[in-house]
């Protein structure tokens, strides 16, 4: 979605880049770039970059035979916050199950192997920040067409707070556990004045004017600019070769799907003549469960 652009004589990657991101915000010397991040999105406790601790992204097995899991940027705050900061360029249908996953596995990590003696109170509240470059759920507007992105939902604001809240009551049940989503694309204005968003509009960067109007309003940006203009040639060489991977990536998932909505097509045509479902699916490959839709729609 976001795109490099030029700044003086130097090209900037986009922040939403795993490689830039990472290479920004895991070194000690930019811990005040990553406290502003977070406390521009989370109402936490840290003030200073000394109340913030960068912690291996790895998350130790509970068990022999565990996954290990590996996070985007793992942060601990001097008051026992632990957080996990990710950023999803593309779509993958699984951001929801995953940020819980690893919200519970950060929760559950304070417990270490013959601690029993853990009461609730001596644990931290676990976090994961999510920054997504699609919406998380789509609307009605979102799904007309090819450039539903382009169609910011007005009515609600692009940041999503999760939270564990009784259904009936709606009262909260413990403010321990938050995943928090970041919808870059649904974002139609910005306030000049809010550190939330400029550093939305950051990411979001379309040209040079953008980003000095920015640099103006917050010094904060002339060193995280400063910092993306000092990336490594090899993670330049990094990100192209990433890109050009998510290119091929996209393209073989676009030729999938004009397959599958051609091989509907013909199952559609089957069923007006009378063929049956497992006749279709023996032909096309679709599932009879698949065949069993379409043939739900033509009855409509």
């Known amino acids: 979605m976001f795109k490099e652009i030029k700044y003086g004589n130097s090209t900037l990657l986009p922040l939403t880049s795993d490689i830039v991101f990472k290479a920004i915000f895991t070194k000690e010397e930019n811990k005040d ?6 406390t521009a999105y989370l ?22 035979d565990d996954k290990l899991f590996r996070l985007d940027l793992r942060v601990l705050t001097s008051n026992n916050e632990h957080i996990n900061v990710e950023v999803q360029v593309r779509n993958e ?6 940020s819980l996953h690893y919200l519970a ?3 559950s990590s304070q417990i270490k192997k013959g601690d029993c003696r ?18 998380l759920i789509e609307t009605e507007e979102d799904k007309d067409g090819e450039n539903y992105e382009e169609k910011p939902d007005t009515t609600r604001s692009y940041i999503r707070h999760m939270t564990f809240h009784d259904r009936e009551t709606k009262e ?10 970041v919808e870059l694309k649904r974002m139609d204005h910005d306030d000049p004045e809010s550190l939330r968003d400029q550093w939305t509009t950051f990411f979001r960067l379309e040209d040079e004017t953008q980003l000095e109007e920015l640099c103006q ?30 290119a ?25 003549k009378g063929m049956s479902p497992p006749d279709i699916a023996d032909i096309t490959g679709l599932s009879e469960d698949a065949i069993r839709e379409l043939q739900d729609t033509l009855a409509d």
């Open 118 to 135: 853990k009461r609730p109170a001596d644990f931290g509240k676990a976090i994961t920040l999510n920054f997504l470059c699609y919406n």
């Open 43 to 64: 109402d936490i406790s840290a003030e200073s970059p000394e109340d913030i601790t960068i912690m291996t992204t790895e998350i130790e097995r509970e068990y022999p």
């Open 248 to 272: 091929v990536q996209d393209a073989l998932a676009r030729e999938k799907a004009i397959v599958e909505e051609e091989k509907k097509a013909i199952a559609k045509r089957m069923l007006a």
């Open 217 to 246: 309003r917050n010094a904060i940006f002339d060193k995280a600019v400063d910092q993306m203009i000092h990336i490594s040639d090899e993670d330049v060489s990094r990100y192209h070769k990433e890109q050009r991977r998510l």
């Open 105 to 107: 596995r950060l929760y």
């Open 172 to 181: 909260e049940f413990t403010d321990l556990m938050e995943m928090v989503f």
């Open 33 to 38: 770039l990553l406290l502003s991040l977070l």
């Open 93 to 98: 249908f699984d951001i929801m199950p995953r």
